[in-house]
């Protein structure tokens, strides 16, 4: 199934995302289109079936936030999606830390995570009195030794973001 990769619909992905959100009963995300980068993933019928969006960048610090939603049942976490997740902060942006945000009820998210070499933070309560969070870090050391970045080269492929089809 190709996929294609695409920039420039910040507002949809934005509310695609927190549409998403809202249907897992995540608190409310509030993205400020105009502070945000997004990328859509579609499908081969040129479905909105994920997206990433980055906010909070700090260029002085090099860091960056990256928060994902995709619909259920959906193959979307490709090799090629990997590549395009983290070749925008840390090769085009130039980024040396990227944080991302679960809940600690999302085991399987955790793992994948895990394997890709992020490092974790429990946050008590992030998400509500009884729902605590893990803050989740990948640094650009960690992301160029993890297994797929080394296996793939991903750290080597700088690609544009703009309408880029995977095979």
Excluded at 34 to 57: C, F, K, P
Excluded at 110 to 133: E, H, K, S, T, V
Aim: glycine share 6%; aromatic share 8%.
């Amino acid at each position: 199934m190709p996929l294609k990769y695409v920039t420039g619909h910040d507002k949809l992905v934005a509310d695609f995302v927190t549409s998403i959100k809202r249907a897992l009963g995540d608190p409310d995300y509030a993205f400020n289109v105009d502070r945000i980068r997004t990328i859509g993933v579609l499908d081969s019928n040129n479905e909105l079936i994920a997206g990433l969006i980055y906010h909070g960048y700090a260029p002085a610090q090099g860091v960056i936030e990256l928060t994902v939603e995709a619909l259920p049942k959906k193959q979307w976490l490709t090799r090629s999606t990997l590549a395009v997740m983290f070749q925008y902060p840390f090769i085009e942006c130039g980024c040396q830390m990227l944080m991302t945000k679960t809940s600690l009820r999302h085991e399987h998210v955790l793992r994948m995570l895990a394997a890709l070499n992020f490092q974790f933070i429990n946050i008590p309560r992030i998400y509500g009195r009884d729902r605590d969070g893990v803050l989740c870090l990948l640094t650009d050391d960690d992301w160029k030794a993890n297994k797929i970045c080394r296996r793939f080269r991903h750290d080597l492929v700088p690609g544009t973001m703009e309408n880029k089809t995977a095979a």
